[in-house]
């Protein structure tokens, strides 16, 4: 069974930046998609970012691009998101997600796609 642990989380001021990390572990499959996802109180879960380990792209939420960047380790079997410029609006409670794939996929679909891993969650807190 697929295991995410999410780390990095904290509080910062706008234009501020913070760097998630996830550790994955119990995967089967050689390839996944993995994503970052964010729900603030009151608002539905929302993808912010998703990558496929079997290949290289990336895709992002409108509202995150040219801010954040997702990034894997398959070495490590870490997923990491590198968020700059933060703004008030990013604060929400952050999860990673996996869902083990056997046939080659694009990041576009991993960033719509259902999950069936995740994690506990890690809170990022964006002040003005």
């Known amino acids: 069974q697929v295991q995410l642990v999410e780390s990095g989380g904290g509080s910062v001021q706008a234009g501020g930046s913070l760097r998630l990390s996830c550790a994955a572990s119990g995967y089967t499959a050689r390839s996944r998609c993995m994503g970052w996802f964010r729900q603030a109180p009151g608002k539905e879960r929302e993808a912010v970012a998703a990558?496929?380990?079997?290949?290289?792209?990336?895709s992002y939420a409108d509202s995150v691009k040219g801010r954040f960047t997702i990034s894997q380790d398959n070495a490590k079997n870490t997923l990491s998101l590198e968020m700059n410029s933060l703004k008030p609006e990013d604060t929400a409670m952050y999860y990673c997600?996996?869902?083990?794939?056997?046939?080659?996929?694009?990041?576009?679909?991993?960033?719509?796609?259902?999950?069936?891993?995740w994690g506990q969650g890690t809170q990022v807190t964006v002040s003005s």
């Open positions: 997600a996996a869902a083990e794939e056997y046939i080659p996929r694009g990041s576009a679909y991993c960033l719509s796609r259902l999950y069936n891993s």
């Open positions: 990558i496929y380990t079997g290949g290289i792209s990336t």
